[in-house]
């Protein structure tokens, strides 16, 4: 499976046989999305502006933003609801987290969670290889929040979104107060936002944090 990140909660995976989903479009974060995007599938977990920016997408022949099952050329995405923020969805409403499953591997992408750990949580994401979580607080689950997941699961791949980079506008935090957190012997670093995930290449007893930077163009 090919994996690209955007930046913010947007990603592009793509399977061996090209199919591609893209996670969580974004605009007027500080930074634009490259400009000819495109995938066979969005994913939106909320209808916010800075994750339901379809039309900054080309060439999408579905758009999933509901609870349940769906299968689109062969891809299983499977939406499930939560909370965007701790108190139920009275502050910013509700929230999906898509598991999508391609080439061997199961990808969970936690929207905006801001959630506490739940057994209603685990149930969701308990047999995911890869988790794309957020980290930035203040719309989500921050870095010490997150960090109380991996350590309640130890998923085999956790890959950090939702921080503020070097040119972003939102009021969230950056990256480091999450990589701190581990050994620099558990975190690999893709510095050109773009990488190749295999199940053999994840399979360590510990988790392997995949930090990416924002591919641009």
């Known amino acids: 499976m090919k994996i690209e990140y955007f930046g913010h909660s947007c990603f592009r995976l793509t399977n061996a046989e090209g ?3 893209v996670t969580d479009p974004y605009t007027k974060v500080g930074y634009e999305l490259p400009k000819n995007l495109t995938a066979d599938v969005i ?12 039309m900054g997408v080309k060439g999408a022949k579905k758009v999933v933003d509901s609870v349940g099952y769906t299968l689109v050329e062969g891809v299983s995405i499977i939406g499930a609801e939560t909370w965007h923020d701790p108190k139920q969805g009275a502050l910013r409403g509700n929230n999906l987290i898509f598991t999508i ?3 061997g591997l199961k990808v969970c992408h936690f ?3 801001g959630e506490e750990y739940s057994e209603k949580i685990e149930q969701i994401i308990k047999d995911a ?7 930035g607080g203040t719309y989500t689950i921050d870095a010490e929040q997150a960090k109380k997941y991996v350590e309640k699961l130890n998923p085999k791949c956790v890959i950090p979104m939702h921080y503020l980079p070097s040119d972003g506008r939102l009021d969230i935090a950056g990256s480091e107060s999450f990589l701190q957190r581990f050994s620099n012997a558990e975190i690999s670093y893709c510095l050109q936002g773009e990488a190749e995930l295999f ?8 988790t392997k944090i995949l930090y990416m930077e924002r591919k641009q163009g």
């Open 19 to 21: 199919v591609s989903i």
């Open 43 to 54: 994913t939106v977990s909320h209808n916010h502006f800075d994750h339901n920016y379809v």
């Open 101 to 103: 499953e391609m080439d």
């Open 111 to 113: 929207g905006d969670l």
């Open 129 to 135: 290889d890869v988790w794309l979580l957020p980290i």
């Open 199 to 206: 199940r053999a290449d994840i399979q360590n007893a510990k």
